[in-house]
């Protein structure tokens, strides 16, 4: 038997898990490393956030999922890998001995650039994480009596963040006064002025081009001087390269991320490959988006199985642009593409059909 090891239940690892269905490996042990027993889809956690969804409509449960495709699972955390031994180190004690791996363990939070923010802000990776911390918020604005509108500050306007501040501010209404602070003058991307107005129109207070020096309990501090008071600051400051990857001996691009070639395979180790945000195409600039995550999946479930068979591997080619479906809080969004841009109610309902149909395609039931 060979042993195939799958770090990560992230968008590509679905798929392949999902591919083994009805289509197994012959003489293959399969093991998916987890740390948690669901998948959580990003693309669905603001319309979650904003009350449009329940939670169990935006997670892929993994149980039904390992038991289709004949695969063993661990659940717990990938901290090491061993080239020597071909290991991987869990968080829990376990080794996994593995001929073949497979990465698809996301990015993760990266806090370090700001003073105070691992301590006193609310972080959005590990999203299992963040909605732990959204439904102690939930509980706490919800139950509460004062009529202080509680300060929510979000730290960096990104997409996630921008749709999650509008989320909030849609949900909790005239419980919050939400501000989002930007380092730059204008909001990212071509949608940057809809999403400032629509940001107006909310109720949302845009701090542009000012840069977050520090946080403390109560407080954000600027480069400006300034002194931002806040009950609750999220950090939505971007994410990085997991430090493990990396220090395992893994080659990697200049942020840590997992190089790879047009296969996903890893330029430094023939028997690795990597899909997703924790992995960079040396020879393809893309962003790190759950929509190129999901691209990959078909591509690395084909080269997994090629690689097992002794088969020649297939290249891969991510396109060079992608839709970018943004939602804004009242089952409103914007679709981006290129230079190009559309909103409307009908663009959410449009999402949504698109975010049910990708969650459907993994719904399965216990056997
Ligand atoms: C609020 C929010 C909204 C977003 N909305 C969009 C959107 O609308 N469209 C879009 O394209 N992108 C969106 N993104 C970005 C998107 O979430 C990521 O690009 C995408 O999740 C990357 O997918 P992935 O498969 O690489 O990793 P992930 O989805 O992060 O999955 C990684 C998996 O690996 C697991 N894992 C992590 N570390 C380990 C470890 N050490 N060992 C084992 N398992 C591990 C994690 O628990 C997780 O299950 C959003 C992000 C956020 C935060």
């Known amino acids: 038997m060979k042993r195939l090891v799958l770090l990560g239940a992230g968008h590509a690892h679905v798929h392949v898990l999902k591919s083994l269905i009805g289509s197994p490996l012959a003489k293959v042990a399969i093991t998916l490393i987890s740390p948690y027993d669901r998948q959580v889809y990003s693309g669905m956690l603001p319309g979650w956030v904003a009350g449009h969804y329940a939670l169990d409509d935006c997670v892929i449960p993994l ?7 004949g695969v063993h699972f661990q659940q717990t955390t990938a901290m090491h890998i061993d080239f020597i031994r071909n290991e991987v180190h869990c968080a829990n004690g376990n080794k996994a001995a593995f001929d073949l791996l497979a990465i698809d363990t996301g990015p993760v939070a990266d806090l370090s650039l700001i003073p105070g923010a691992a301590e006193y802000a609310i972080s ?20 509460r009596s004062t009529q202080h509108k509680i300060r929510i500050v979000f730290v960096g306007a990104g997409a996630g963040g921008i749709e999650l501040a509008l989320a909030m501010q849609h949900f909790f209404s005239s419980r919050v006064a939400v501000t989002l602070v930007s380092a730059t003058n204008t909001l990212p991307g071509s949608v940057g002025p809809k999403l400032t107005r629509i940001l107006a129109q909310q109720g949302v207070s845009l701090l542009s081009n000012r840069v977050a020096s520090r946080i403390e309990r109560g407080a954000v501090h600027l480069q400006s001087g300034e002194i931002i008071e806040a009950d609750i600051v999220i950090a939505a400051t971007g994410a990085t390269a997991a430090a493990w990857l990396g220090k395992s001996g893994l080659q990697t691009d200049e942020r840590g991320f997992v190089l790879v070639n047009d296969y996903l395979q890893s330029v430094s180790h023939e028997n690795v490959f990597a899909a997703g945000d924790c992995a960079t195409m040396m020879n393809f600039i893309r962003p790190k988006s759950g929509v190129y995550a999901v691209r990959a999946g078909p591509p690395i479930a084909l080269n997994l199985r090629h690689y097992l068979n002794n088969e020649p591997l297939a290249a891969y080619a991510p396109q060079a642009r992608s839709l970018y479906l943004i939602s804004t809080g009242d089952k409103y969004a914007i679709a981006s593409w290129g230079n190009f841009a559309l909103q409307g109610h009908w663009v959410w309902h449009w999402k949504d059909r698109i975010d049910r149909g990708f969650m459907a395609k ?6």
């Open 362 to 367: 993994y719904a399965l039931e216990l056997p």
């Open 124 to 143: 959005l990776r590990p999203i299992e994480a963040f909605i732990e911390s959204f439904e102690r918020i939930k509980n706490t604005i919800l139950t």
């Open 63 to 69: 149980a039904p999922l390992v038991a289709a495709a």
